[in-house]
């Protein structure tokens, strides 16, 4: 995994505009369900908390039903360039992942390298990367109760928000793209030389 930090990183004093985030194909294995079962608990305890989901896939249509009219879940199929995501991640304070299943989640990397604390389900490289009370929180198995428990502690953090911030970008900081590509090349050199 690489991500370009040129593109994927903080961009200071910019407004907050979604409490949650999730970035993603939709398709069954990302629990879309759970993500909305989240939602609405966290919702009990901030009835103004924002989501903002930015993805299309084969459960588009069913988000769409599950979602309705809610003001505060905006839905966007997709954005043009790379720096748009990045922007998002950077108007969010939550970074969520409910899925079942991973490799990456990439966009749980790219929003981390953006400085924004990660609540996840532990699939692929999250619990490598997530240190609870320090960068955001683990929970496996998932808790709909305890994980909106955990993204409500985070969106109280107040001024220690910016400690879980840096300590997301901290911990994907060595996903760099060029060091990433060079690895891949130095990997291939290796098996070819085999």
Same mark, same amino acid.
């Not at 198995?141 to 928000?161: C, D, F, N, Q, T």
């Given at each position: ?35 909305? !079962? #989240?939602?609405?608990? /966290? ?5 103004? =908390? +924002?989501?903002?989901?930015? $993805? ?61 604390? !990660? #609540?996840?389900?532990? /699939? ?5 990367? =997530? +240190?609870?009370?320090?960068? $955001? ?58």
């Amino acid at each position: 995994m690489y991500i370009d930090h040129a593109v994927f990183r903080p961009i200071p004093i910019t407004p907050k505009t979604y409490d949650m985030i999730f970035v993603g194909r939709l398709a069954s294995n990302k629990g879309l369900d759970r993500l909305l !079962a #989240v939602f609405n608990t /966290v919702e009990k305890n901030i009835p103004s =908390v +924002r989501l903002l989901i930015l $993805g299309s896939g084969p459960y588009g249509v069913r988000l769409a039903r599950q979602i309705g009219h809610n003001p505060r879940i905006t839905h966007i199929e997709r954005v043009p360039l790379a720096a748009d995501v990045a922007l998002l991640y950077n108007r969010s304070r939550v970074a969520v992942c409910t899925s079942f299943s991973e490799g990456g989640p990439r966009y749980m990397v790219e929003a981390m390298a953006c400085g924004v604390p !990660a #609540v996840s389900t532990s /699939v692929g490289l999250m619990s490598e990367l =997530v +240190r609870d009370g320090e960068n $955001g929180f683990l929970v496996d198995p998932l808790s709909v109760e305890i994980m909106a428990e955990h993204i409500v502690r985070i969106l109280h953090l107040g001024e220690a928000y910016a400690i879980y911030s840096t300590n997301a970008v901290r911990a994907v900081s060595y996903f760099e793209y060029e060091k990433g590509i060079a690895e891949y090349a130095r990997a291939y050199h290796e098996l070819i030389a085999v």
